[in-house]
C-alpha cells in the first residue's frame, strides 16, 4: 500500500463563470478593510506584519516570485487570529450600546465608563489554540473576562498561552467542533457572549465580524506589494479549516479586482477536508467531514464549514487541494532553512502546508496537470500567508529537529548521494 499523495485537487467550474458580486458585498462591504485597519492601529502593540520575499526558491521553482505575509510576528501572539477575535468583540459592543452613526476609539472602548454600561461580560471561544488565544487576549485588553473551550489533543502550551492572558480553559473530551457546540450551549446557560468564526442558524453577525477583521491584514499585504511595484498577486494560496480566512482572503482580492482577481487555492488537510468533500459533493451546501481530525495542522483541523464561508468559496474559489501532514512539515522545514539569501521564517504546521502544497505543484509530477491549469510560471507572483508561528514549541521542535512527518521516499524530490560504510 503506498503512501498518500501529496496533494489530491478538485477544479471548481463556478470560479470563472460570471461574477456576482452581491455574493462578497453581503459578507464584505467595500469599507469593511478601512474600517477594520483603522480600529486594529488602535490595539497597543500594533505595527503590519512583514510581507517577505522568496526570491531564490521563487527561481528555483520557476516563478516569477513568492511573497510571504508572516503573521508569526502579528502582536505578541504569533497568529493572525487576534485580527478577527478583537474586531468582532469592538462591534459588539457597539452593536450592544446602539452606536451606529460612529466609530468607537479604543480609549472609549476601555473606559470605566463604558464597562459600567455594559455590565460584567464574558467573551467565550472554542479554539485549537490561536482563535481563542486572540479574543482570550483581546477581552483582557478591553477589562473584560474570557472563557476558552479547547478540545482533548490540543497542546498543552497552546493551553498555558491561552491561560497567561487570564482567560479561564475548559478541555472537551472531543474534536473542535464538538468544543463549539460546547461552548455554545454553555454561553446560553451562563449567559456568554461566544465569538466564534464559524456561524450557525440565528447566529451569523460575530463570524461576519471575525472575517471582516481578516482583512487588516490583506489590506496591509496589498499595500507591501505596491511597494514592490506589484499591482496584486497573481495566485492566492490561503489555508483552511472553517473557511472563514479562505473566504475573507479570496472575498477581498474579488472585491478589488472582481473577474481579474488572482487565482485562489484553498489548501486543507487530507484529514480535515470539509470544503474539499463539500465540493466534492457539488450540490451548493456544505458538508460536514466525519473523523477524528487527527492531523498535525491543529489550526485547520475543523470538521464543519463555516455556511457563510462556504456560500463565497463555492463561488470564486478556483481550486480546492487537500495534503497530508508530511507537505505541512515540508512547508516548516523549508521556510526555517532557507537557501542562500531568502529569509528565514519560522511557521507553525497550519501556516507552512501553503508553501509545501506550492512545492510539491511545482515539482512533483503528478500535479502536472494542476500546474498547468493555473498557468504557474515565469510571470507567476505567488501570494501565501504564513498564519501562524511557533504556537506549540515541543510539535514544532519534533518536526523541525526530530524530522517529523517526513517526505515517503516516492515522493521526495532529492535522492541523499552520501553513502554509509
Not at 501572539?77 to 459592543?93: D, E, H, P, T
Not at 490540543?154 to 473542535?176: F, H, K, L, N
Not at 480566512?245 to 487565482?263: D, K, Q, V
Amino acid at each position: 500500500m503506498g503512501s498518500e499523495k501529496p496533494i489530491e485537487w478538485l477544479i471548481n467550474p463556478r470560479a470563472r463563470t460570471g461574477f456576482d458580486p452581491q455574493v462578497v458585498e453581503s459578507l464584505l462591504p467595500p469599507d469593511v478593510p478601512w474600517r477594520a485597519r483603522r480600529f486594529h492601529r488602535q490595539l497597543p502593540g500594533y505595527r503590519m506584519s512583514p510581507l517577505v520575499g522568496l526570491p531564490n526558491l521563487a527561481a528555483r521553482l520557476g516563478l516569477g516570485g513568492i511573497w510571504v505575509k508572516d503573521e508569526s510576528q502579528r502582536l505578541d501572539l504569533r497568529s493572525f487570529k487576534v485580527l478577527g477575535g478583537s474586531y468582532a468583540i469592538y462591534q459588539w459592543v457597539r452593536q450592544r450600546l446602539g452606536i451606529t452613526d460612529r466609530e468607537l476609539s479604543f480609549a472609549e472602548l476601555t473606559s470605566n465608563e463604558l464597562r459600567e454600561r455594559l455590565g460584567d461580560i464574558t467573551f467565550a471561544a472554542a479554539t485549537d489554540g490561536n482563535h481563542g488565544r486572540g479574543v482570550a487576549w483581546s477581552a483582557a485588553q478591553m477589562g473584560f473576562k474570557a472563557v476558552i473551550y479547547v478540545h482533548k489533543l490540543t497542546s498543552q502550551q497552546r493551553i498555558q498561552a491561552i491561560e497567561q492572558t487570564g482567560a479561564r480553559v475548559v478541555v472537551i473530551d472531543g474534536t473542535y467542533d464538538d468544543a463549539v457546540h460546547q461552548v455554545n450551549e454553555d454561553a446560553q446557560r451562563y449567559g456568554w457572549v461566544v465569538i466564534s468564526d464559524t456561524a450557525w442558524e440565528g447566529y451569523e453577525d460575530i463570524p461576519k465580524w471575525v472575517m471582516q477583521g481578516y482583512t487588516t491584514m490583506l489590506s496591509e499585504a496589498q499595500e507591501q506589494l505596491a511597494a514592490q511595484g506589484l499591482s496584486k498577486p497573481t495566485h492566492v494560496f490561503v489555508q483552511a479549516g472553517v473557511g472563514s480566512l479562505a473566504a475573507a482572503t479570496l472575498g477581498y482580492y474579488a472585491n478589488l479586482f472582481g473577474a481579474e482577481r488572482p487565482l485562489g487555492v484553498v489548501v486543507e488537510p487530507t484529514k480535515a477536508a470539509c470544503l474539499y468533500l463539500s465540493a466534492q459533493i457539488g450540490d451548493g451546501q456544505p458538508h460536514k467531514f466525519e473523523g477524528e481530525l487527527d492531523t498535525i495542522m491543529a489550526g485547520l483541523a475543523c470538521g464543519e464549514p463555516n455556511p457563510i464561508a462556504w456560500q463565497v468559496l463555492e463561488r470564486i474559489a478556483d481550486v480546492f487541494a487537500i495534503c497530508p501532514d508530511y507537505v505541512a512539515a515540508k512547508g516548516m522545514r523549508v521556510y526555517g532553512v532557507p537557501l542562500r539569501g531568502d529569509p528565514m521564517i519560522i511557521s507553525g504546521e497550519s501556516g507552512a502546508v501553503t508553501l509545501g502544497a506550492l512545492l510539491f505543484i511545482m515539482e512533483y509530477p503528478g500535479a502536472r496537470e494542476l500546474r498547468d491549469y493555473l498557468g504557474l510560471g515565469p510571470d507567476s507572483q505567488v501570494l501565501l500567508i504564513n498564519s501562524e508561528g511557533n504556537t506549540s514549541p515541543d510539535d514544532f521542535r519534533y518536526v523541525m529537529w526530530e524530522g517529523g512527518n517526513p517526505v515517503p521516499d516516492e515522493y521526495k524530490i532529492f535522492r541523499s548521494s552520501l553513502r554509509g560504510g
